[in-house]
């Protein structure tokens, strides 16, 4: 490698280093903070920031000699958010989930009223084969994943009131343990958002259990959701802590790949 070369990746390197420094400073940093913070000389930081500013990357803050991040490194984020295929990016994780559990892996997407399935893993150990296909539309107030978009909708008690108000004809007792009744579905979207996960506990089909996970984009929002289904009996054989171990290990993962900054707290 020339030494050309060499002090373009190096210039190339900084600049990116200050980028990533300034996105901590939304109102701006000052130039020898920002020196300091990155170990570099106040010079070459000057220098760098000069070039960022010529191809708008950056722009002086309001208060005088400190620098911020421009629009056009939101749009960059935008961008690459829009374009990002959710099934390239959870594939790797849900495939290595369902080798590791054995048992049916689901992922969805919230549309609306419902959760769609937009991929499933059949079981490689366990025998149970649930009625879950990719394309199917699944009710919010009966299954796990369901559950947890009602959960963690931004108006979440309004729009569970309204849900259910326009829902009616739909939210039928499937199973005994079906919840029909809004305040005690009330109760268990509070429980959700305490434990961070939500359970189908039978309610769709007897003698079949699911645990599910939110997915958070980089917004805090849920807009995926994951959830193993197996058999009670399966359930009680494997464990509950090991289940939801992994299952909370890889909502995490695909959490932070789509963005998301407060991995450490679920």
Not at 4 to 11: D, F, I, R, T, V
Not at 105 to 120: G, L, P, Q, T, W
Not at 181 to 206: C, P, S
């Amino acid at each position: 490698m020339t030494e050309e070369k060499a002090n373009g990746n190096q210039s190339l390197i900084r600049g990116l280093k200050l980028l990533d420094i300034l996105s901590n400073y939304p109102n701006g940093c000052p130039l020898a903070q920002l020196a300091e913070t990155a170990e570099l000389n106040k010079s070459t930081v000057h220098r760098l920031l000069q070039g960022l500013q010529q191809e708008g990357f950056i722009q002086p803050a309001t208060t005088a000699g400190s620098y911020r991040l421009t629009t056009k490194c939101l749009s960059i984020g935008h961008k690459m958010f829009s374009s990002l295929n959710i099934i390239h990016v959870a594939a790797p994780y849900l495939e290595q989930l369902n080798l590791k559990t054995g048992e049916t892996v689901n992922f969805s997407m919230r549309e609306d009223d419902h959760a769609i399935m937009i991929y499933k893993l059949e079981p490689t150990t366990g025998m149970l084969q649930t009625r879950a296909y990719i394309g199917q539309r699944l009710s919010l107030y009966c299954s796990g994943m369901g559950k947890l978009y009602l959960a963690y909708d931004k108006n979440s008690l309004d729009y569970l009131e309204k849900y259910w108000e326009s829902h009616q004809e739909i939210i039928q007792p499937l199973t005994c343990n079906t919840i029909t009744d809004i305040n005690a579905m009330q109760n268990e979207l509070e429980e959700i958002k305490q434990q961070h996960f939500a359970l189908d506990k039978e309610e769709n089909e007897i003698g079949v259990t699911c645990i599910a996970y939110p997915i958070f984009n980089f917004k805090g929002e849920v807009k995926y959701a994951l959830s193993i289904s197996t058999s009670v009996s399966r359930l009680h054989q494997i464990g509950t802590d090991f289940l939801h171990q992994e299952i909370k290990q890889t909502a995490l993962a695909i959490s932070k790949e789509l963005g998301w900054e407060k991995a450490g707290t679920m």
